[in-house]
């Protein structure tokens, strides 16, 4: 039984990483999608959306099934139940590619133009922080997970930023004005991304910190040590 | 032990039913303030929002202990994992009643002009699919769950109305832009927070239809028998 318990526990994880190879691709997907307008991209990214929700519903099950028949304790408990809000993060994440697929289509149907928005700087920061919160997901690590909540690196600025860039061109130059849009709503899915990110490092210090430290997670520059997981 | 087992799921039944009533508030309250321009209206969602986020924690807590303390099963075992996925929809919403907010207090700071939206009606749908989700969950009924998701009452086409017709507007009529994207932002919170409601639906679905149902949910007209909760 100890075996078959670490099997599935393995299992799940296992499970879950694939699943965060999706989000990522489909994120990574429609941002190549943006950039090079070739709308195959987009094909996938819409394909990839329905395989997340599938495999979402499938690591529920998974969770739900080790839950029923292992009851696992403490820091696997909580493994456990973080494996389930991570997993609907990274179903949000995929949500999110397919929202910027959509606007790129839109996008498609207009002429190109020059905008005041730095997509690829704003995928890399949402990217970083979707990889740091992933990492501290394997490693364990709330250190790190608690860098991510803690380190902004400026993606909340630069969205900021980008509105109202936009917001200002759309006042002075009217011909470019669906471009302008599609491109804000593209800035606002990938700020939603980095999102996501950060509730996924929220989930990993929920597990490896537990109730008592999570109440005091305001109390900025604590160093709690890092378990590591199996 | 069964008497503290029934009491634990009550208390987290209760405390779940708390939440979504602060998940509620805040968006009637950042609606209201967006149709008053009430600014202390705003202060009060924002306030909420840390309330909302603390008794998140708290759900994720109370669902946790019972796991770790009760070992429920099957039905119980689904109720209380539907619980702490409907808890961070809940949380979602607060998110949006939040950005609501924000962008009624930059609304206030542009004359006020009238627009091509409806968000008393957005608002109506939205609220709409957040109630039946709630009673679906409330009475554990799968059939309301269902509806919620097969339903969609428009909110899906007002937001792409909405969206379009503020586009044009923002060619037609440079004075009003400001106006014109904050508002548009609002109309994309709360066909999220109708997105947010879905998802509760779903969690409904997953816990009183079980694995093997999931599944087919995609054959519509089926019908299942609804279990009820206690």
Known sequence: V???????LADLNNRLLVMSGLAEQAIQRAVE???TRDLSLCDLVDHG???IDHMEREIDEMATDLLATQHPLAHDLRFTLAVIKTNGNLERMGNAAASISNHVRRLQTFPLVNLPVDIPRMTSLARGTMRNA????IEADGDRAQSVLSVDGG????HKTTYHSLSSLIERQSEVIPQALNTMMIAGSLWRVAGHARNIAEDVIFWVRG????NHLQHAGNRWTTRNHR
């Open 2 to 8: 100890g075996l078959q318990f670490e099997q599935k």
């Open 33 to 35: 999608c943006y950039q």
């Open 49 to 51: 959306e329905r395989a």
């Open 134 to 137: 992933l990492r501290a997901f």
């Open 155 to 158: 993606m909340d600025r630069l």
């Open 211 to 214: 109730a008592d430290v999570i």
